[in-house]
Nanobody, 121 residues
Framework: QVQLVESGGGSVQAGGSLRLSCAVS???????LGWFRQAPGKEREGVAA????????YYADSVRGRFTISHDNAKNVLYLQMNSLTPEDTAMYYCAADRRSLPLTPDYKYWGQGTQVTVSS
């Protein structure tokens, strides 16, 4: 059983930055850890993912170059550094984990409770 707890959301003006954290417990070796987001009235979408054993990273086109995903193996914490934020990035952000290869597909088995990110213009 994997448990995930997000933190770090908040409100920021356009152009600003936020860093989300996700504490992972229950093991994360050779696992896909991902960040997803869901805005009101929209489907949940994959933002970024990392394969913990190899360090391979995956990004949605909409965030590539602005967001960086990383995993601290020692602390077992997943991060999402978000720069140059725009109002379109406003959403509930979730971290998720799965051993299957589903980098940006929102069908992960384990999910956190989410953290809200609001970007104002």
């Amino acid at each position: 059983q994997v448990q995930l707890v997000e933190s770090g959301g908040g409100s920021v003006q356009a152009g600003g930055s936020l860093r989300l954290s996700c504490a992972v417990s229950g093991g994360s070796y050779r696992m896909f850890l991902g960040w997803f987001r869901q805005a009101p009235g929209k489907e949940r979408e994959g933002v970024a993912a990392v394969l913990t054993s190899a360090g391979d990273t995956y990004y949605a086109d909409s965030v590539r170059g602005r967001f960086t995903i990383s995993h601290d193996n020692a602390k077992n914490v997943l991060y999402l550094q978000m720069n140059s934020l725009t109002p379109e990035d406003t959403a509930m952000y979730y971290c998720a984990a799965d051993r299957r290869s589903l980098p940006l597909t929102p069908d992960y088995k384990y999910w956190g409770q989410g953290t809200q990110v609001t970007v104002s213009s």
